[in-house]
Protein backbone atom coordinates (compact mmCIF):
# COMPACT_ATOMS: atom_id res chain seq x y z
CA UNK A 1 0.00 0.00 0.00
CA UNK A 2 1.17 3.33 -0.75
CA UNK A 3 -0.29 6.77 0.25
CA UNK A 4 0.22 10.39 -1.21
CA UNK A 5 -0.53 12.14 1.97
CA UNK A 6 0.05 15.47 0.11
CA UNK A 7 1.82 16.02 -3.52
CA UNK A 8 4.26 14.44 -4.51
CA UNK A 9 4.97 13.11 -0.31
CA UNK A 10 4.20 9.33 -0.10
CA UNK A 11 3.47 7.02 2.73
CA UNK A 12 5.52 4.18 1.89
CA UNK A 13 5.94 2.25 5.11
CA UNK A 14 4.82 -1.06 6.27
CA UNK A 15 1.88 -2.62 8.27
CA UNK A 16 3.45 -5.62 10.52
CA UNK A 17 0.12 -7.59 10.71
CA UNK A 18 1.50 -10.18 13.32
CA UNK A 19 3.82 -8.29 15.78
CA UNK A 20 3.18 -9.41 19.36
CA UNK A 21 6.67 -8.85 21.34
CA UNK A 22 8.20 -5.41 20.52
CA UNK A 23 11.60 -5.69 23.01
CA UNK A 24 9.00 -7.21 25.97
CA UNK A 25 6.05 -4.41 24.63
CA UNK A 26 3.24 -6.90 24.00
CA UNK A 27 1.86 -5.09 20.69
CA UNK A 28 -1.74 -7.09 20.67
CA UNK A 29 -2.75 -5.10 17.75
CA UNK A 30 0.30 -5.16 15.64
CA UNK A 31 2.23 -1.83 14.51
CA UNK A 32 3.41 0.00 11.50
CA UNK A 33 6.98 0.97 10.26
CA UNK A 34 5.94 4.06 8.72
CA UNK A 35 8.72 5.65 6.19
CA UNK A 36 8.03 8.34 3.60
CA UNK A 37 9.11 9.39 0.31
CA UNK A 38 9.35 12.90 -1.46
CA UNK A 39 9.96 12.95 -5.21
CA UNK A 40 11.83 16.19 -5.65
CA UNK A 41 14.92 17.32 -7.64
CA UNK A 42 16.49 14.80 -4.58
CA UNK A 43 13.99 12.07 -3.64
CA UNK A 44 14.10 11.77 -0.02
CA UNK A 45 13.69 8.87 2.16
CA UNK A 46 12.53 9.91 5.59
CA UNK A 47 13.37 6.78 7.72
CA UNK A 48 12.71 3.00 6.79
CA UNK A 49 11.60 -0.07 8.56
CA UNK A 50 12.90 -3.29 10.00
CA UNK A 51 15.01 -5.22 8.09
CA UNK A 52 12.69 -7.97 7.30
CA UNK A 53 10.71 -5.81 6.27
CA UNK A 54 13.09 -4.67 3.10
CA UNK A 55 10.92 -6.92 0.29
CA UNK A 56 7.46 -4.63 1.27
CA UNK A 57 9.57 -1.17 1.37
CA UNK A 58 10.87 -1.27 -1.78
CA UNK A 59 7.71 -2.63 -3.28
CA UNK A 60 6.09 0.46 -2.24
CA UNK A 61 8.91 2.55 -2.76
CA UNK A 62 8.73 1.22 -6.51
CA UNK A 63 5.61 2.17 -7.01
CA UNK A 64 6.80 5.64 -6.62
CA UNK A 65 10.32 6.01 -7.74
CA UNK A 66 12.70 3.80 -9.13
CA UNK A 67 14.79 2.79 -5.88
CA UNK A 68 17.77 3.48 -7.46
CA UNK A 69 16.99 6.81 -7.78
CA UNK A 70 16.59 7.64 -4.12
CA UNK A 71 19.51 10.52 -3.87
CA UNK A 72 19.21 11.01 0.39
CA UNK A 73 17.92 8.77 3.15
CA UNK A 74 17.31 10.34 6.22
CA UNK A 75 17.80 8.60 9.84
CA UNK A 76 15.53 10.47 12.30
CA UNK A 77 16.90 7.84 14.92
CA UNK A 78 18.81 4.86 14.76
CA UNK A 79 17.41 1.70 16.50
CA UNK A 80 16.54 -1.33 13.91
CA UNK A 81 12.90 -0.76 13.63
CA UNK A 82 14.04 2.48 11.89
CA UNK A 83 16.91 2.11 10.14
CA UNK A 84 17.22 -1.98 9.62
CA UNK A 85 16.85 -1.20 5.81
CA UNK A 86 18.86 1.63 5.25
CA UNK A 87 21.76 -0.29 4.63
CA UNK A 88 20.21 -1.86 1.72
CA UNK A 89 19.14 1.20 0.80
CA UNK A 90 22.35 3.15 0.32
CA UNK A 91 23.57 -0.10 -1.02
CA UNK A 92 21.10 -0.14 -4.24
CA UNK A 93 20.88 3.52 -4.49
CA UNK A 94 24.35 4.91 -3.14
CA UNK A 95 22.13 7.24 -1.23
CA UNK A 96 23.81 9.88 0.92
CA UNK A 97 22.72 9.51 4.52
CA UNK A 98 21.33 12.57 6.30
CA UNK A 99 21.50 12.55 9.58
CA UNK A 100 23.56 14.03 13.14
CA UNK A 101 26.38 13.04 14.75
CA UNK A 102 25.17 10.35 17.37
CA UNK A 103 23.36 9.06 14.33
CA UNK A 104 26.52 8.75 12.15
CA UNK A 105 28.02 6.95 15.26
CA UNK A 106 25.58 4.58 15.94
CA UNK A 107 24.88 4.07 12.15
CA UNK A 108 28.70 2.72 12.44
CA UNK A 109 28.13 0.63 15.32
CA UNK A 110 25.11 -1.54 13.30
CA UNK A 111 26.42 -1.58 10.20
CA UNK A 112 29.36 -1.59 8.19
CA UNK A 113 29.19 2.18 6.98
CA UNK A 114 32.88 2.17 4.94
CA UNK A 115 31.91 4.18 1.54
CA UNK A 116 29.11 5.80 2.87
CA UNK A 117 28.21 9.43 2.70
CA UNK A 118 27.14 11.35 4.86
CA UNK A 119 25.45 15.03 5.79
CA UNK A 120 25.98 15.91 9.32
CA UNK A 121 22.99 18.13 10.61
CA UNK A 122 22.13 19.90 13.63
CA UNK A 123 19.27 21.79 14.88
CA UNK A 124 18.47 24.93 12.42
CA UNK A 125 19.87 23.39 9.75
CA UNK A 126 18.34 23.49 6.10
CA UNK A 127 18.52 21.32 3.24
CA UNK A 128 17.02 22.53 0.04
CA UNK A 129 15.44 19.41 -2.13
CA UNK A 130 14.41 21.51 -5.26
CA UNK A 131 10.57 22.73 -4.86
CA UNK A 132 11.18 21.59 -0.85
CA UNK A 133 13.47 22.72 1.95
CA UNK A 134 14.22 19.84 5.02
CA UNK A 135 15.08 21.84 8.42
CA UNK A 136 16.43 19.08 11.38
CA UNK A 137 15.56 19.57 15.27
CA UNK A 138 17.90 17.48 17.22
CA UNK A 139 15.73 16.12 20.51
CA UNK A 140 18.42 13.86 22.31
CA UNK A 141 17.22 11.45 24.67
CA UNK A 142 13.08 10.84 22.94
CA UNK A 143 14.51 8.03 23.74
CA UNK A 144 18.19 8.00 22.18
CA UNK A 145 21.08 10.36 22.09
CA UNK A 146 20.50 10.27 18.64
CA UNK A 147 16.87 11.62 17.91
CA UNK A 148 16.00 13.86 15.63
CA UNK A 149 12.61 15.82 13.94
CA UNK A 150 12.89 16.52 10.07
CA UNK A 151 10.61 19.06 9.13
CA UNK A 152 9.22 20.17 5.63
CA UNK A 153 8.47 23.66 5.66
CA UNK A 154 6.92 24.03 2.45
CA UNK A 155 4.42 21.43 3.37
CA UNK A 156 4.54 21.92 6.96
CA UNK A 157 4.84 18.38 7.76
CA UNK A 158 6.73 17.64 10.50
CA UNK A 159 8.50 13.96 10.16
CA UNK A 160 8.35 13.44 13.99
CA UNK A 161 9.81 9.19 14.32
CA UNK A 162 9.09 8.09 17.98
CA UNK A 163 7.29 11.24 19.20
CA UNK A 164 3.51 11.03 18.83
CA UNK A 165 3.91 7.43 17.71
CA UNK A 166 1.66 4.17 18.13
CA UNK A 167 2.08 0.43 17.91
CA UNK A 168 -1.36 -0.37 15.57
CA UNK A 169 -1.33 -2.20 12.62
CA UNK A 170 -3.94 -0.76 10.29
CA UNK A 171 -5.25 0.32 6.87
CA UNK A 172 -6.00 3.36 8.10
CA UNK A 173 -3.46 6.06 7.69
CA UNK A 174 -4.66 9.66 9.32
CA UNK A 175 -6.18 9.97 13.14
CA UNK A 176 -9.52 10.99 11.78
CA UNK A 177 -10.28 7.92 10.18
CA UNK A 178 -9.74 5.82 13.50
CA UNK A 179 -10.86 8.11 15.68
CA UNK A 180 -10.72 8.95 19.41
CA UNK A 181 -9.35 5.50 20.30
CA UNK A 182 -6.24 6.28 18.77
CA UNK A 183 -5.22 8.51 21.75
CA UNK A 184 -5.46 5.23 24.09
CA UNK A 185 -2.30 3.98 21.36
CA UNK A 186 -0.32 6.89 21.64
CA UNK A 187 -0.82 7.65 25.70
CA UNK A 188 0.65 3.57 25.89
CA UNK A 189 3.54 4.37 23.64
CA UNK A 190 3.92 7.58 25.76
CA UNK A 191 3.95 5.35 28.82
CA UNK A 192 6.45 2.60 27.78
CA UNK A 193 8.83 4.25 25.71
CA UNK A 194 9.15 8.21 26.22
CA UNK A 195 8.16 8.25 30.42
CA UNK A 196 11.57 7.99 31.50
CA UNK A 197 12.29 11.16 29.51
CA UNK A 198 9.35 13.02 29.85
CA UNK A 199 11.35 15.91 31.57
CA UNK A 200 12.85 16.86 28.36
CA UNK A 201 9.39 16.70 26.50
CA UNK A 202 8.02 20.16 27.16
CA UNK A 203 11.33 22.11 25.67
CA UNK A 204 11.32 19.71 22.58
CA UNK A 205 7.93 20.99 22.14
CA UNK A 206 8.38 24.27 22.58
CA UNK A 207 10.98 23.92 19.74
CA UNK A 208 8.33 23.39 17.81
CA UNK A 209 6.10 26.51 18.73
CA UNK A 210 7.29 28.60 16.13
CA UNK A 211 6.43 25.91 13.09
CA UNK A 212 3.51 25.67 10.92
CA UNK A 213 2.55 22.13 11.26
CA UNK A 214 -0.44 20.48 8.75
CA UNK A 215 0.45 17.18 9.38
CA UNK A 216 2.55 15.24 12.20
CA UNK A 217 4.00 12.16 10.78
CA UNK A 218 5.18 9.49 13.20
CA UNK A 219 7.59 6.55 12.59
CA UNK A 220 4.70 3.72 14.34
CA UNK A 221 0.66 4.38 13.77
CA UNK A 222 -1.31 6.68 12.10
CA UNK A 223 -0.57 10.40 10.90
CA UNK A 224 -2.00 13.35 12.90
CA UNK A 225 -3.87 15.92 10.61
CA UNK A 226 -7.44 16.39 12.65
CA UNK A 227 -6.25 15.89 16.02
CA UNK A 228 -2.64 17.09 16.11
CA UNK A 229 -3.52 20.15 18.61
CA UNK A 230 -4.72 17.81 20.88
CA UNK A 231 -1.76 14.87 20.80
CA UNK A 232 0.62 17.89 21.27
CA UNK A 233 -1.51 18.93 23.99
CA UNK A 234 -1.88 15.58 25.65
CA UNK A 235 1.95 14.96 25.27
CA UNK A 236 2.28 18.21 27.63
CA UNK A 237 -0.28 16.93 30.37
CA UNK A 238 1.63 13.08 30.32
CA UNK A 239 4.83 14.77 30.88
CA UNK A 240 3.99 16.79 33.41
CA UNK A 241 3.00 14.37 36.25
CA UNK A 242 -0.81 15.62 36.04
CA UNK A 243 -2.54 13.35 37.88
CA UNK A 244 -6.62 12.11 38.29
CA UNK A 245 -8.28 10.68 41.15
CA UNK A 246 -7.78 7.54 39.85
CA UNK A 247 -6.35 4.32 41.21
CA UNK A 248 -4.23 1.57 39.38
CA UNK A 249 -4.40 -1.59 41.23
CA UNK A 250 -1.58 -4.41 40.76
CA UNK A 251 -1.06 -8.18 42.09
CA UNK A 252 -0.73 -12.15 41.81
CA UNK A 253 -2.01 -14.40 43.94
CA UNK A 254 -1.27 -17.77 45.11
CA UNK A 255 -4.60 -19.39 46.51
CA UNK A 256 -6.43 -15.66 45.91
CA UNK A 257 -5.58 -13.88 49.62
CA UNK A 258 -3.77 -11.32 48.01
CA UNK A 259 -6.63 -10.97 45.73
CA UNK A 260 -9.17 -10.93 47.79
CA UNK A 261 -7.65 -8.27 49.64
CA UNK A 262 -6.97 -6.17 46.58
CA UNK A 263 -10.91 -6.61 45.40
CA UNK A 264 -11.49 -5.11 49.22
CA UNK A 265 -9.51 -2.03 49.07
CA UNK A 266 -10.89 -1.29 45.41
CA UNK A 267 -14.10 -1.63 46.56
CA UNK A 268 -13.80 1.07 49.52
CA UNK A 269 -11.54 3.24 46.90
CA UNK A 270 -14.73 3.24 44.34
CA UNK A 271 -17.21 3.56 47.41
CA UNK A 272 -15.42 7.33 47.69
CA UNK A 273 -15.48 7.85 43.95
CA UNK A 274 -12.17 6.97 42.67
CA UNK A 275 -11.87 5.54 39.27
CA UNK A 276 -10.41 2.18 39.87
CA UNK A 277 -8.58 -0.24 37.72
CA UNK A 278 -7.57 -3.73 39.07
CA UNK A 279 -5.21 -5.83 36.88
CA UNK A 280 -3.42 -9.25 37.78
CA UNK A 281 -0.39 -8.87 36.45
CA UNK A 282 0.10 -12.66 34.77
CA UNK A 283 -2.84 -11.59 33.08
CA UNK A 284 -2.01 -8.37 31.28
CA UNK A 285 0.67 -6.86 29.22
CA UNK A 286 2.37 -4.94 31.29
CA UNK A 287 2.53 -1.95 28.79
CA UNK A 288 -1.09 -1.86 29.12
CA UNK A 289 -1.47 -1.42 32.73
CA UNK A 290 1.71 1.52 32.58
CA UNK A 291 -0.25 3.39 30.20
CA UNK A 292 -2.81 3.48 32.96
CA UNK A 293 -0.72 4.80 36.07
CA UNK A 294 0.45 7.90 33.67
CA UNK A 295 -2.16 10.15 35.11
CA UNK A 296 -3.12 7.88 38.41
CA UNK A 297 -3.05 9.50 41.90
CA UNK A 298 -2.51 5.79 43.83
CA UNK A 299 -0.44 3.09 42.92
CA UNK A 300 -1.23 -0.03 44.64
CA UNK A 301 0.50 -3.24 44.27
CA UNK A 302 0.07 -6.50 46.23
CA UNK A 303 1.94 -10.11 46.59
CA UNK A 304 1.90 -12.86 48.85
CA UNK A 305 5.38 -13.36 50.24
CA UNK A 306 7.16 -16.18 48.77
CA UNK A 307 10.82 -17.73 49.40
CA UNK A 308 11.21 -14.38 51.93
CA UNK A 309 10.35 -12.58 48.54
CA UNK A 310 7.65 -11.13 46.10
CA UNK A 311 6.39 -13.35 43.72
CA UNK A 312 8.47 -13.48 40.35
CA UNK A 313 5.67 -11.60 38.15
CA UNK A 314 5.70 -8.74 40.39
CA UNK A 315 9.30 -8.17 40.54
CA UNK A 316 9.49 -8.07 37.03
CA UNK A 317 6.67 -5.38 36.70
CA UNK A 318 8.27 -3.65 39.94
CA UNK A 319 11.37 -3.45 37.63
CA UNK A 320 9.83 -2.43 34.18
CA UNK A 321 8.39 0.22 36.30
CA UNK A 322 11.22 1.54 38.06
CA UNK A 323 12.83 1.90 34.60
CA UNK A 324 10.48 3.75 33.34
CA UNK A 325 10.33 6.15 36.43
CA UNK A 326 6.57 6.94 36.77
CA UNK A 327 6.84 9.13 39.59
CA UNK A 328 4.36 11.51 41.59
CA UNK A 329 2.21 9.02 43.44
CA UNK A 330 0.75 7.74 46.41
CA UNK A 331 1.89 3.85 46.82
CA UNK A 332 0.32 1.36 48.93
CA UNK A 333 1.92 -2.16 49.32
CA UNK A 334 -0.20 -5.17 50.50
CA UNK A 335 -0.24 -8.68 50.66
CA UNK A 336 -0.69 -11.94 52.55
CA UNK A 337 2.02 -14.59 54.13
CA UNK A 338 2.84 -17.60 56.28
CA UNK A 339 5.56 -17.26 58.78
CA UNK A 340 7.09 -14.18 57.64
CA UNK A 341 6.05 -10.90 56.02
CA UNK A 342 8.53 -9.93 53.26
CA UNK A 343 7.10 -8.81 50.55
CA UNK A 344 5.20 -5.20 51.25
CA UNK A 345 9.07 -4.22 52.14
CA UNK A 346 10.41 -5.31 48.72
CA UNK A 347 7.63 -3.09 46.87
CA UNK A 348 7.86 -0.31 49.27
CA UNK A 349 11.53 -0.16 48.69
CA UNK A 350 10.79 0.44 44.79
CA UNK A 351 8.01 3.26 45.95
CA UNK A 352 10.59 5.04 48.25
CA UNK A 353 13.12 4.61 44.66
CA UNK A 354 10.65 6.62 42.60
CA UNK A 355 9.96 9.07 45.80
CA UNK A 356 6.23 7.80 45.93
CA UNK A 357 4.57 8.90 49.36
CA UNK A 358 3.92 5.80 50.69
CA UNK A 359 0.75 5.31 52.90
CA UNK A 360 0.93 2.20 55.45
CA UNK A 361 -2.03 0.54 57.67
CA UNK A 362 -2.00 -3.07 59.61
CA UNK A 363 -4.60 -4.19 57.53
CA UNK A 364 -2.22 -4.09 54.51
CA UNK A 365 -0.61 -7.31 55.71
CA UNK A 366 -2.77 -10.46 56.05
CA UNK A 367 -1.62 -14.01 57.51
CA UNK A 368 -2.90 -16.55 55.18
CA UNK A 369 -6.52 -16.07 54.63
CA UNK A 370 -7.90 -13.14 55.05
CA UNK A 371 -11.49 -13.06 57.07
CA UNK A 372 -14.31 -11.36 56.64
CA UNK A 373 -13.37 -8.84 59.40
CA UNK A 374 -10.03 -8.28 57.51
CA UNK A 375 -11.24 -7.35 54.30
CA UNK A 376 -13.60 -5.04 55.92
CA UNK A 377 -10.52 -3.56 57.23
CA UNK A 378 -9.15 -3.06 53.77
CA UNK A 379 -12.15 -1.87 52.35
CA UNK A 380 -12.07 0.93 55.52
CA UNK A 381 -8.42 1.85 54.55
CA UNK A 382 -9.23 2.02 50.71
CA UNK A 383 -12.22 4.87 52.03
CA UNK A 384 -9.44 6.34 53.99
CA UNK A 385 -7.01 6.40 51.04
CA UNK A 386 -9.05 8.56 48.80
CA UNK A 387 -9.31 11.09 51.04
CA UNK A 388 -5.49 10.92 50.71
CA UNK A 389 -3.35 13.71 48.88
CA UNK A 390 0.23 14.22 47.24
Aim: with cysteine; hydrophobic share 40%; charged share 30%.
Amino acid sequence: MVLEIKKDIFWVGVIDWEVRDFHGYITQDGSTYNSYLIKDNKNVLIDTAKSYMFDELIEGINKVINPKEIDYVVVNHVEPDHSGCVDKIVKLSGATVITNEKGKEHLSLYYDTEGWDFIIVDTGDEINIGNRTLKFIKTPMLHWPDNMLTYCVEDKILFSNDAFGQHIATSERFDYEVGDIIFEYAKEYFANILMPYKMLIPNAINSLKDLDIELICPSHGVIWKEMKDKIIKKYIDWASDKVENKAVIVYDTMYNSTKMMAHAIANGLMERGVNVKVYRISETPMNTIIREMVDAKYILIGSPTLNQNILPNIAKFLAYMEGLRITNKIGVAFGSYGWMEMATEKIKDVFKKLNYKIVEDDCLKVRFAPKKEDLKKCYEFGKKLAEEDL
